[in-house]
């Protein structure tokens, strides 16, 4: 058997550069992608797998409330805006959809925190790739 002439360091850089999960934010831009992070599981790609079984083990550490469950899963899973989301939720305000998915993400940011703080294969960053716009916002 050869040495793999994959830089697995170089890709977490890379990843923790442009998620930084220890916040809020950054979980929120990680659950954007949660669509292309599945596509690239469905091809094969070993680092998606890994990212996708972090995640759902994050969100089942931290604690949710089955209303930020279920308001995080109809924004990234189902693709809905906030509007759509409150009204599949018994006709909530898209303000009330908003402070469920940032609790939810702060509380998933927090067991990120927890695993980099512990060694636990993520670092704490400041970087986020973009502006932290969401486009589930309307």
């Not at 469950?69 to 693709?79: I, K, P, S, T, W």
Request: proline share 0%; with cysteine; net charge negative.
């Amino acid at each position: 058997m050869g040495a793999s002439k994959r830089d697995t360091a170089k890709i977490e850089r890379q990843f923790d550069g442009a998620y930084a999960l220890s916040t809020a934010a950054g979980v929120k831009l990680l659950l954007a992608d949660y669509h292309a992070f599945q596509a690239r599981q469905f091809l094969g790609d070993y680092d998606a797998v890994v990212v996708l079984a972090d995640l759902a083990e994050a969100i089942r550490l931290a604690g949710l409330t089955e209303r930020q469950q279920q308001a995080l899963a109809l924004v990234y899973y189902e693709d809905l805006t906030q509007v759509e989301a409150g009204r599949r939720l018994g006709g909530l305000a898209k303000n009330t959809v908003s402070e469920l998915v940032d609790r939810a993400c702060e509380a998933i940011a927090d067991v990120y925190y927890y695993w980099a703080s512990h060694g636990e294969g993520y670092s704490v960053t400041s970087e986020i790739r973009s502006e932290g716009t969401d486009d589930n916002d309307e």
